[in-house]
């Protein structure tokens, strides 16, 4: 079994749980608003004394409106963000599969879950003999197809956001500080991008989606254990980077806690 380190999904389960705090707030303040011009209403119409009939229509008329447009605005945002909250979900299943499928690979392999780094969050990085591997999950339904200029296609449809050229933007900026972590960047071993896709049925071949491949969460151990290399690493090589790795994920917490500690500092002075 491969050495463990990170808990899958954990990211995309933090977001999950903010799109539901933001789902609660938002509903607390529609209900707030409604009450607020609710009472707005009676008070004017308790102290505005006597009204014609249509004084007291377009009074009305405007409450309801308003009424209306609060509910409007504040169920949109509340539909947005239980989509946001569900996709998040959806993600982090999907994560955990590929997580069940990595996690048993040999002992010579090391499996960080859910890298936070400077550049963006990785969910799976592997390194092992056959080199390192940056895993991003797509727990999509359907067919992914290639779209012959480099992207992906979900049931023919264009997704909402590139998924491909973030993930080797992140992968390079890894890279590149992993090789000075190492102190060895010249002789970094290739990084290989793969989208992996527990829930879907992939078309789109090597070669069609830039430097990224699209595969099967069954074709993990192929692609990463069984896979061709001109060069093997040693352990030596592999714990080095696997402990460049944990040196980048703690920088990128301590990043993460330096503003609270700053504001902390500030209060108290």
């Known amino acids: 079994m491969a050495k463990v380190l ?58 309801l409106l308003l009424a209306w447009l609060i509910g409007r605005v504040i169920l949109r945002k509340m539909d947005a963000y239980e989509t946001e909250r569900m996709n998040f979900l959806k993600g982090a299943t999907g994560e955990q599969a590929v997580a069940r499928s990595v996690d048993e690979f040999p002992d010579e392999f090391c499996v960080i879950h859910d890298l936070a780094t400077p550049f963006g969050n990785l969910d799976h990085v592997i390194v092992g003999p056959t080199g390192i591997f940056v895993l ?30 973030p993930l080797i933007a992140r992968m390079m900026d890894v890279r590149d500080k992993i090789g000075t972590l190492c102190d060895s960047k010249e002789q970094m071993p290739y990084f290989t991008a793969l989208l992996v896709f527990p829930s879907a049925r992939v078309e789109a071949k090597w070669g069609q989606t830039r430097n990224a491949r699209c595969i099967r969460d069954e074709q993990l151990r192929s692609c990463i254990v069984e896979a061709r290399v001109d060069r093997r690493l040693n352990t030596a090589e592999i714990d080095r980077l696997a402990h460049a790795f944990y040196a980048l994920a703690s920088m990128e917490r301590q990043l993460q806690e330096r503003p609270a500690a700053s504001s902390g500092r500030a209060a108290r002075s």
């Open 136 to 165: 991003e999950t797509k727990n999509w339904k359907g067919l992914v197809t290639a779209d012959g200029r480099g992207g992906i296609l979900c049931n023919g449809q264009r997704p909402s956001k590139d998924v491909i050229k």
């Open 6 to 63: 990170g808990n899958p999904g954990r990211y995309v389960s933090e977001q999950s749980v903010n799109r539901y705090r933001h789902f609660i707030t938002a509903a607390f303040t529609g209900i707030g608003l409604l009450c607020f011009s609710y009472g707005v209403f009676v008070a004017y119409s308790f102290f505005s004394g006597r009204k014609t009939l249509w004084v007291s229509l377009l009074s009305t008329a405007a409450f």
